[in-house]
């Protein structure tokens, strides 16, 4: 079993930058393909970007793609979303998952929120105007 935490979110105007962190318990990220899918209120859960904790490599949405970037320390076993450029319609609340990385052959799949099976509770952040 997986507990994921994620922590870092607020409120920030538009144009700024916030850091989201995912920190796990129970075990490592290195089975897993770590993603960030964020919801707002009334609107689907849309993926965000995600990352393969063992080689690093990286899923971007196209809606985010050069504003928000996605890191792993591998010291303290964390995953990063970093935002930037922050919009109002940005507005979500956050969540981390992992998917086994068996399940993830590419972006289809990294991107595919039923692919993942562990959660976070989720983490507000509210871009404002």
């Known amino acids: 079993q997986v507990q994921l935490v994620e922590s870092g979110g607020g409120l920030v105007q538009a144009g700024g930058s916030l850091r989201l962190s995912c920190a796990a318990s129970g075990r490592t990220f290195s089975p897993y393909v770590m993603g960030w899918f964020r919801q707002a209120p009334g609107k689907e859960r849309e993926f965000v970007g995600g990352?393969?904790?063992?080689?690093?490599?990286?899923y971007y949405a196209t809606s985010v793609n050069g504003r928000f970037t996605i890191s792993r320390d591998i010291v303290v076993n964390t995953v990063d979303l970093r935002l930037k450029s922050l919009k109002p319609e940005d507005t979500a609340v956050y969540y981390c998952a992992a998917a086994p990385v068996g399940k993830i052959r590419g972006y289809s799949d990294a991107s595919n929120r039923y692919r993942y099976d562990y959660w976070g509770q989720g983490t507000q952040v509210t871009g404002s105007s």
């Open positions: 990352i393969t904790w063992s080689t690093g490599s990286k």
